[in-house]
């Protein structure tokens, strides 16, 4: 059974910094593009961003474009968001999931096309 586990999120204050890491277990983490998504109480959950199996083709939302950066790390089984620059809309929980093909397209912010999901992990900034 895939098992998707999301951890480094936590409290920061606008302008700092966090960095979010997510491991994919019973699951050829290296054949998956993998994505990000967070989810605003109250709000439909959003995609955040989609990075290919080889790191090389990455997507954005436009609200994080500059500020966040998406990587993984194959011999490792993980994926990481680098969060800068922080700001109190980027209050959310925080989603993992694996991609149902190695590559991101243009729909990738469609959570139909993720088959495979972490539990979340908490981002909070204080203004």
């Known amino acids: 059974q895939v098992h998707v586990v999301e951890s480094g999120g936590g409290l920061v204050q606008a302008g700092g910094s966090l960095r979010l890491s997510c491991t994919a277990s019973e699951l050829t983490f290296r054949n998956y593009a993998m994505g990000w998504f967070r989810q605003a109480p109250g709000k439909e959950r959003e995609g955040v961003s989609c990075l290919n199996v080889s790191g090389g083709s990455t997507y954005y939302t436009d609200s994080v474009k500059g500020r966040f950066t998406i990587s993984r790390d194959n011999a490792k089984n993980t994926l990481y968001l680098q969060m800068n620059t922080l700001k109190p809309e980027d209050t959310a929980m925080y989603y993992c999931?694996?991609?149902?093909?190695?590559?991101?397209?243009?729909?990738?912010?469609?959570?139909?096309?993720?088959?495979?999901w972490g539990q979340g992990t908490q981002v909070t900034v204080s203004s």
């Open positions: 999931a694996a991609r149902g093909t190695s590559y991101c397209s243009d729909d990738w912010r469609g959570t139909w096309a993720y088959p495979y």
